[in-house]
């Protein structure tokens, strides 16, 4: 996952360098000395400051294209330009985790968090981490204070990988309702959709699953997995003719497929 930071570089920018900003105003009242503290505009940027923003943004694209050696490169020399940067810290954490240095991960995300303890989109990577590591309670409850954050924008992220985590952890039940949860807030998002079918077949609740199914395949996001899941669900509780239409879509559009392999074996209960 990729740490996101919006369109704007230059508001971006003031965001990494407003708290240091604050800081200065004498006991957190917003006064400066005598005087009221000014409005921190593009002049109140350090060049170093200016050059660490930089550096985080080449650090992500390269994260996000999988160039985790470069990307740590840069996330170095974003650190070494701004000490306070949190969101480095993140970052880093994220790539050190990819790397399978979970004890540098980990390391990187507890300094982010001293910093800038209530973001919640570094509690979000932290609890990303600790579900890998399959410390489920601990990432349940950072997932939680992510969602619990008062502005928070991501929270349909949050609820789908929280999903996700807890079906890995076999609290199937917890799970579906983060991925429903999910769902509602985005009733299109075809992860969302389709983890949310898997979840009440793998519950039972097949009616359920191809009701979801038949809305995902209704927007057009067919996948190998998904046709396949649909096929188990119209086995159950649908229809013959149904069945034969998913099976010819599995069959036309995705023939190399593990899935059409498994229905060519009648493989239903695998």
Request: glycine share 8%; net charge neutral.
């Amino acid at each position: 996952m990729t740490v996101r930071y919006g369109a704007s570089p230059l508001a971006l920018v003031l965001v990494l360098v407003l708290s240091a900003i604050l800081m200065a105003c004498a006991g957190g009242t917003g006064r400066v000395g005598a005087g009221v503290a000014d409005l921190p505009t593009e002049s109140d940027i350090t060049p170093d400051q200016r050059r660490a923003f930089l550096r985080l943004e080449l650090a992500s694209g390269y994260f996000a294209n999988g160039q985790n050696a470069v990307a740590l490169d840069e996330v170095k020399q974003a650190i070494a330009l701004n000490p306070q940067s949190a969101d480095a810290y993140s970052l880093r954490g994220l790539i050190y985790n990819r790397l399978g240095e979970p004890e540098l991960a980990e390391d990187s995300f507890k300094r982010a968090l001293a910093m800038k303890p209530n973001a919640a989109a570094i509690q979000h990577n932290y609890g990303v981490f600790l579900c890998q590591q399959s410390r489920w309670a601990e990432s349940q409850m950072w997932f939680g204070k992510a969602l619990a954050a008062p502005g928070y924008g991501e929270r349909l992220k949050t609820w789908t990988t929280q999903g996700l985590c807890q079906r890995k952890a076999g609290a199937l039940a917890d799970a579906r309702d983060s991925m429903l949860r999910a769902f509602e807030m985005d009733p299109a998002n075809p992860t969302a959709g389709y983890y949310l079918a898997l979840l009440m077949a793998e519950t039972g609740e097949w009616s359920r699953s191809q009701f979801y199914l038949r809305r995902l395949h209704a927007s057009g996001a067919l996948t190998p997995e998904s046709l396949w899941l649909a096929i188990k669900a119209e086995r159950r509780v649908g229809d013959a003719n149904t069945l034969a239409v998913l099976a010819t879509q599995l069959r036309t559009q995705f023939p190399k497929s593990p899935e059409l392999q498994l229905y060519e074996r009648k493989a239903f209960d695998e």
